[in-house]
């Protein structure tokens, strides 16, 4: 049971479920920064707050478990193990959070209604910590290049997959084509510089950890990696065909339904993306 619990598939996924979560997080800021939403339709999304304050919780409360028994001696010290991780770096970014996640499932409001300021901090403690915690921070040479590049990462992640993601589950379903037209408009140029963040920060840390083309494809991080570049490839093809070929003919009868469709099959391989990358911060680097 415990074997099961901590397995690479089991700790993956709750990191999985926690980059899901803080993502919506950001996505659902990120929208009242774009002033797209009126304030009853962010209204709307207290409910998808609540669920990825939920999820995130459960991810944090997961890794800080299955961290605990893969470091104690025995399942009876996990306890005490936790006390010793939350002195560490590891630790307070656990802690910082799960104040964010407990913030979204308790108070929905601080996200989408109370000043703009607390939410824009929340949204920022409950994606960032994970910069704290993987290759970045144990990084030999340019660590701290290396952590800034892997925050700016995550927050663009957030702010390009989570905004789409908040678009498609909450907004476009009832939108008319105006509507739409309005989102994709004021959505756009957000997801442009995401995309183009997500390119620069990836190829920086892709190069920190991965030197050779040789370690491309003679380690398992170096093939994860490929698999991840194809995915978000893929993802990067279905924004160009909503921005270029399905934007101009919204208006037209069909258009929202095709700009739906094509949303939610990029939302559904981004899920996909964070899935690889959930694999890939926890494989050993190569040469390691
Ligand atoms: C849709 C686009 C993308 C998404 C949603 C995404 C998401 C993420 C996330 C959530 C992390 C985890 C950071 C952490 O836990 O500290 C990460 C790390 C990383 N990403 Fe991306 N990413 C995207 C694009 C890219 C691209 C284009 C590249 C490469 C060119 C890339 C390369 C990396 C690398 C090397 C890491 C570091 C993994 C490690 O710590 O070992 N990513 N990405």
Redesign the pocket.
Same mark, same amino acid.
């Given at each position: 049971m415990i074997a099961a619990f901590t397995s690479e598939w089991a700790t993956a996924l709750a990191?999985w479920l926690g980059?899901l979560g803080a993502s919506v997080l950001v996505g659902v800021v990120a929208l009242r920064l774009q002033r797209q939403a009126t304030e009853s339709q962010l209204n709307h999304s207290r409910r998808l707050v609540r669920l990825a304050g939920l999820a995130l919780l459960v991810a944090v409360l997961a890794r800080m478990t299955q961290q605990a028994l893969l470091f104690a001696a025995a399942p009876e010290e996990a306890l005490a193990m936790v006390g010793i991780l939350r002195g560490t770096a590891w630790g307070t970014a656990w802690t910082v959070q799960l104040l964010a996640a407990l913030a979204a499932t308790l108070l929905p409001g601080a996200y989408v209604k109370k000043g703009l300021l607390l939410a824009l901090a929340l949204a920022l403690m409950a994606v960032l910590p994970? %910069?704290f915690? &993987?290759?970045?921070f144990g990084s030999e040479e340019f660590m701290v290049q290396a952590v800034v590049a892997?925050a700016l990462? +995550?927050l663009a %992640?957030g702010v390009?997959?989570g905004t789409l993601a908040v678009l498609v589950i909450v907004w476009l379903g009832q939108a008319s084509g105006t509507r739409a037209l309005e989102f994709v408009t004021a959505f756009s140029p957000w997801a442009l510089t995401g995309a183009a963040t +997500? &390119?620069v920060t &990836?190829?920086f840390?892709?190069w920190l950890?991965v030197r050779t083309p040789a370690m491309v494809w003679g380690s398992s991080?170096g093939r994860t990696?490929l698999l991840? !570049?194809v995915l978000?490839l893929a #993802?990067l093809a279905l924004g160009a065909v909503n921005w270029k070929r399905i934007t101009p003919v919204l208006l037209s009868p069909g258009g929202v339904a095709r700009l739906r469709t094509s949303a939610r099959t990029e939302v559904a391989i981004?899920v996909l !993306?964070?899935l690889v990358?959930a694999f +890939? #911060?926890a494989?050993s +680097?190569p040469g390691e």
């Open positions: 990191r980059y994970p %910069a915690q &993987g290759h970045a892997d990462h +995550l %992640a390009w997959m +997500l &390119g &990836g190829v840390a892709s950890h991080y990696l991840k !570049v978000v #993802v981004a !993306v964070f990358t +890939l #911060v494989t +680097l």
